[in-house]
T-cell receptor
Framework: AQTVTQSQPEMSVQEAETVTLSCTYDTSENNYYLFWYKQPPSRQMILVIRQEAYKQQNATENRFSVNFQKAAKSFSLKISDSQLGDTAMYFCAFSNKNTGNQFYFGTGTSLTVIP | EPEVTQTPSHQVTQMGQEVILRCVPISNHLYFYWYRQILGQKVEFLVSFYNNEISEKSEIFDDQFSVERPDGSNFTLKIRSTKLEDSAMYFC????????????FGPGTRLTVL
């Protein structure tokens, strides 16, 4: 079974600072994808960043980057130069290429950026 | 930018009643999904739909649930006889040719069963 664990229910960061959100997952598969989704208050989830497991290079999207440690089954999200608009719930998700299209989600981390 | 839309945003119903949650996926997408999130818990997969049939479903998606794509644009989730434990946020999602690239989510429908 695939599971995704986010151990930080809530976090806060000062504006312009850097914050790292943790995510671990458990799978016996080798070919999979990992995602971070952001859900601002009262808005839909939007994709922040995506990582393919066979790629060793960590994905980066502007101020957002991941630290993907395949052996440790860890997929953390780093947000640099935090902005007030980064305040949201962040969900880590996993998708297995060979056993279906469903996404497995963690419980989320509520991030507050403090001005 | 195209978005997934869902109606209603909030639905209140009595236990035992039928509800239909509606979604309009992104127009050229091929895969459609329903997920739910009980308050304080994980977002859980319910069902995926491709080529006019269910392609995958979870244990949660029992005989009380059904999905339909009645026309070229809508994608519905029906719960035949609601239970208290069906109270949750229900998210619709859609994806293109490669469902592992990204799933686009709607804003959700909050279902409250009294």
């Amino acid at each position: 079974a695939q599971t995704v664990t986010q151990s930080q229910p809530e976090m806060s960061v000062q504006e312009a600072e850097t914050v790292t959100l943790s995510c671990t997952y458990d799978t016996s598969e080798n070919n999979y994808y990992l995602f971070w989704y952001k859900q601002p208050p009262s808005r839909q989830m939007i994709l922040v960043i995506r990582q393919e497991a066979y790629k060793q290079q960590n994905a980066t999207e502007n101020r957002f980057s991941v630290n993907f440690q395949k052996a440790a089954k860890s997929f953390s999200l780093k947000i640099s130069d935090s902005q007030l608009g980064d305040t949201a719930m962040y969900f880590c998700a996993f998708s297995n290429k060979n056993t279906g299209n469903q996404f497995y989600f963690g419980t989320g981390t509520s991030l507050t950026v403090i001005p | 930018e195209p978005e997934v839309t869902q109606t209603p945003s909030h639905q209140v119903t009595q236990m035992g009643q039928e509800v239909i949650l509606r979604c309009v996926p992104i127009s050229n997408h091929l895969y459609f999904y329903w997920y739910r999130q009980i308050l304080g818990q994980k977002v859980e997969f319910l069902v995926s739909f491709y080529n006019n049939e269910i392609s995958e479903k979870s244990e949660i998606f029992d005989d009380q649930f059904s999905v339909e794509r009645p026309d070229g644009s809508n994608f519905t989730l029906k719960i035949r006889s609601t239970k208290l434990e069906d109270s949750a946020m229900y998210f619709c999602a859609s994806s293109g040719l490669n469902p592992h690239n990204e799933q686009f989510f709607g804003p959700g429908t909050r279902l409250t069963v009294l």
